[in-house]
């Protein structure tokens, strides 16, 4: 029998059943919006053993219980009616009730310097019902306090420990699960300051990423130089890829000797394209495609959604049961296969961005438990 997804548009007493189904302390809601692929092992975040995640999930929406939101802020544009895009985004509505002010924007929590309209209330509701709120994303040129910046800039409190984006599971995974020796854990980077910083926050050592010194053309020496390995650093045992606004020649020169000597391939995120400006840009799979291409097809180990140690990586550091979890987002292939795929209790499908309309997952395996037009009808 084909799997079910309730409407909670306009259906108060739905909505409240989702929103306050369960009130104990453990429970948690996630919003999830960006893409996450495949790493294979487990995060975890202290000497503790890994905690067991074949927990059994529970089909029937009014069983579910939420009370940690996951939300992915990031990667602002503005699209034609529509459009698809790469993305995950929540809500499109400004406010008026004029198509041709609305239309073109869309958003997660904000356009540009827009915040969408309910923003700040729908989280503030959450929030006072008990809800935690954790910002995820796989977007890894920022940091978590850079996050926190653009977000308390929009009128949204937030704490770095809200905020959780590819670069710091990165750090975490090269830090916490890797355990290469000292000898072998300098890390080159191919991407911006926000995987810097987050490496740093775990006392990784690195090079590459903005350093100035990379930022050149390629001489007939340095030819010379990384073929015989003395411009090469030793130590280096991990080539870590995210997406690089200053990618050259150079950097995946260096990237390919040290993947042919060995290092290990991690990347941020596989997303191919990233939306901006009413198009699609390259994303961070983009740098990781050709070192994957020189490689054979080998592919990186990759930080982002839709993989579940992601998902193990948020519950080891927040600590919920995933029975007592939904996920809620737009896009069917990540958004909801993630919160399906992780065995948590319930996910809930919004129609403003990707997803559009219910009859896209009619007769396909990725089904939501609930669905609503947009995220603001949360608020009754």
């Given amino acids: 029998m084909a799997a079910k997804s309730k409407c909670l548009t306009r259906d108060k007493a739905g909505i ?3 929103i306050d189904g369960f009130d104990l302390p453990t429970e948690e809601l996630f919003y999830s919006f960006e893409k996450m692929a495949n790493i294979l092992y487990k995060l975890h975040f202290d000497d503790q053993a890994p905690y067991d995640t074949q927990y059994e999930t529970d089909p029937i ?6 009370s940690t939101v996951m939300v992915c802020p990031i990667h602002p544009c503005l699209l034609e009616p529509n459009s698809k895009t790469e993305d995950d985004l929540l809500w499109r509505r400004l406010g008026s009730s004029s198509n041709a002010e609305y239309t073109r924007r869309i958003g997660v929590l904000w356009s540009g310097d827009h915040l969408f309209d309910g923003t700040v209330e729908t989280l503030e509701m959450l929030r006072s019902k008990g809800k935690q709120t954790v910002f995820v994303t796989n977007n890894s040129t920022k940091s978590r306090a850079d996050y926190k910046k653009k977000l308390e800039s929009m009128g949204i409190p937030a704490s770095v420990d809200e905020i959780f984006p590819s670069s710091y599971s990165a750090a975490i995974y090269i830090s916490r699960i890797l355990h290469l020796p000292p000898s072998q854990n300098t ?7 926000g995987i810097e910083t987050e490496l740093d926050s775990e006392s990784i050592s690195h090079i590459g990423g903005t350093d100035p010194a990379y930022g050149r053309p390629i001489t007939p020496e340095d030819y010379s130089s990384i073929a015989s390995g003395s411009a090469l650093d030793p130590s280096v045992g991990i080539v870590l890829v995210g997406l690089d ?3 050259n020649y150079l950097k995946l020169s260096h990237a390919l000797a040290y993947l042919k000597r060995g290092a290990v391939f991690l990347a941020t995120n596989l997303d191919v394209t990233l939306p901006s400006a009413g198009s699609l840009f390259p994303g961070a799979g983009s740098i ?7 490689m054979g097809g080998e592919k ?10 992601m998902m193990d990586a948020i519950e080891g550091k927040f600590r919920f049961e995933r029975k007592k979890a939904c996920m809620v987002g737009d896009r069917l292939d990540t958004d909801i296969k993630f919160g399906i795929e992780g065995g948590l209790g319930g996910t809930l499908c919004v129609l403003s961005g990707v997803t559009r309309s219910e009859s896209e997952w009619e007769g396909k395996e990725v089904v939501p ?5 947009e995220l603001g009808d949360l608020r009754g």
């Fill in 16 to 18: 409240q059943e989702f």
């Fill in 61 to 66: 929406l009014s069983r579910c219980s939420f």
């Fill in 187 to 193: 890390v080159f980077v191919l991407g911006e300051s």
């Fill in 245 to 247: 606004h200053h990618i």
């Fill in 288 to 294: 990781s495609a050709p070192l994957i291409a020189m």
């Fill in 300 to 309: 990186p180990t990759s930080c982002g959604k839709p993989s579940q140690s």
């Fill in 369 to 373: 438990t609930a669905w609503v037009r």
